[in-house]
């Protein structure tokens, strides 16, 4: 599978577009005043609630951020509750976890986790753990036993990453002295500080992109920006260079950058891209589709066969829309970022072996997912329910805002519905004030409508008697309307 990053930089945000044979799987898009998950303050709690087991923490954001009491370091047990571990005033070293979402402030731990290139440094834990993603048990061990004899004297956890399989005891032994050194930087800040502080920041989407992605699995970087592409090189370069110039990381890696009138997303075709991954629908290639609804405390795809009728049997038809629909919703889940609960309704299927190959399908593909995510299984009616870790807002949430027209409902009042509202308000206004004339300004289509159903009223309801006048306006939508007298 070739995997590129397309990168493109402003002064107002970064985005940056992971693409896998040419499709974009993944989208980042961060303002500069944005990017909070991963940086360590120094916060001060501001309020304690017993009932929540939880506390809000001032960090001199916009929000007071919650920490919960699992998220304190298990200095006197974890049984402990806590208000007895934590009181108003008290200051505490946290980092974001978790972006604010939807008029919530950020979430945060006390619990540290620094990440490097190869290695992640837990310093309030002890042990040497490696990402499940690492599965040779030889290569497993061989791994622990090599960051036990590098950390030396210094027992602080480590988390050990995917990308550090057949690195050197040099380059991991480097990464893990940086490491230690944002981590001696951290206290040293904290030293006579008061809160709140920012202690640790993280650098912009743009210039991490190199240590959030596995360089190796990359063939091409491009962007729009002539100085980060030379950033970009000279980090490569460097990786390179701590291998002995050997096969790895840097090798086929091409860095390259797009001098074009247009925007570098307009010209490659994602922008296009982009605008699809806040539709609703989703259509397959097979003509079948995916509904995809983000509800309150959860996100719902619905499967669909669409207009895909199929060329044999029925059952035939289910499994191979349902096959491409679970590729297709892995790699939206990814497009969208969408987190937490979700629940993928697939077409019905009365065979066994057919819902176990729709599900190994849908698990396989959520495998190249960054993401934490975990597959609970399907039922008898094909529902899958899973979990996907998440640590910032959705695409959607980023990118969109409520209608205020429709105040975030997705639907409007139908004309008809309108109308009799319109005819209802005006019979109340004629029985306030029974000489009094009235207006109605609304679309050309909302005014027709009115003044037929007065027309056919005629006769019957004297309340619509009264001196009115019926202005239609092409400028207002067509499910607003404006009343007068």
Known sequence: MRRELVISTSPEEDRVVLLEDGRPVEIQVEARDQGLVGNVYLGRVNTVLPGMQAAFLGLGLERDCLLHARELLPERGASERIEQRVKPGDELIVQVKREPLEGKGARVSAQLALAGRFLVLVPDESKVRLSRKIGDEGQRAALAERLERLRGDRRLGLIVRTAAAGQSDEVLERDLAELFARHDLIRELRRGASAPLLLHGEPPLSRRCLRDHAVGALRRITVDDASLADELRTEVAE??????????????????????????????????????????????????????????????????????????????????????????????????????????????????????????????????????????GMSEFCLVQLTRQRKRRSLDGQLLEPCPSCRGSGRVRSAGALCNEILRRLRAQARREPAAAATVRAHPSLIELVAERRKSLAGTDDELRLELTLTGDESLPRWVYELGS
Not at 358 to 365: D, H, I, S, T
């Open 239 to 376: 990786r390179s260079a701590e291998r002995g110039g050997a096969t790895d990381d840097a090798s086929g890696l091409e860095i390259s950058v797009l001098d074009d009138a247009e925007d570098v997303f307009t010209s490659l075709g994602i922008e296009k891209e982009l605008g699809k991954a806040l539709r609703r629908k989703v259509w397959l290639k097979s003509g079948g589709q995916l509904v995809v609804d983000q509800l309150e405390a959860m996100v719902v795809v619905d499967v669909n066969t669409g207009k895909f009728v199929g060329t044999r049997d029925a059952e035939r038809t289910v499994l191979k829309t349902n096959l491409e629909a679970a590729r297709e919703v892995a790699r939206q889940l990814r497009l969208r970022d969408l987190g937490g609960l979700v629940i993928v309704d697939f077409v019905d299927m009365t065979t066994p072996e057919h819902r176990d190959e729709v599900l190994a399908a849908l698990e396989e593909a959520l495998d190249r997912d960054r993401a934490r995510t975990t597959v609970l």
